[in-house]
Nanobody, 123 residues
Framework: VQLQASGGGLAQAGGSLRLSCAAS????????MGWFRQAPGKEREFVAS????????YYADPVKGRFTISRDNAKNTVYLQMNSLKPEDTAVYYC?????????????????WGQGTLVTVSS
C-alpha cells in the first residue's frame, strides 16, 4: 500500500492550493482517507477525512468552511482543496489511510501514510 501526496507549495494569505493523494496497492473502497498536518514545533493534527464509497466527511474546526476533501474512486485519489489560506495553515500535510468504515481524528488509528507535502502560506 502506497500513498503519494503532492500539490504543496507557496501561497499568499487568502490564496488557494489543492493537494492530491494517489493511493495504490489495493482497492480502497473500505478505507477511510484522511489529511493531517504538522506545523513546525507542533504535534501532528487532524485536518479532514472521507470515507470511500460513502459521502461521509469530517473536518477539523480550524478548516471548516475553507477546506474541502473529495475523492475520485476511479483514480484512487483523494484531494484537499484549500481556500482562504492563512499563515497558520503552514505545515507539512500528510495523507493517511485507515482500513475501517469509521472516521476517526486520531492519527494512531491510521495504518498507512504518505510522505508529506509542504504548504507555506505567507502573510
Amino acid at each position: 500500500v502506497q500513498l503519494q501526496a503532492s500539490g504543496g507549495g507557496l501561497a499568499q494569505a487568502g490564496g488557494s492550493l489543492r493537494l492530491s493523494c494517489a493511493a495504490s496497492g489495493r482497492t480502497f473502497t473500505s478505507y477511510i482517507m484522511g489529511w493531517f498536518r504538522q506545523a513546525p514545533g507542533k504535534e501532528r493534527e487532524f485536518v479532514a477525512s472521507i470515507r470511500w464509497g460513502v459521502d461521509s466527511i469530517y473536518y477539523a474546526d480550524p478548516v471548516k468552511g475553507r477546506f474541502t476533501i473529495s475523492r475520485d474512486n476511479a483514480k484512487n485519489t483523494v484531494y484537499l482543496q484549500m481556500n482562504s489560506l492563512k499563515p497558520e495553515d503552514t505545515a507539512v500535510y500528510y495523507c493517511a489511510a485507515r482500513f475501517s468504515t469509521h472516521i476517526t481524528t486520531d492519527d494512531n488509528d491510521y495504518n498507512y501514510w504518505g510522505q508529506g507535502t509542504l504548504v507555506t502560506v505567507s502573510s
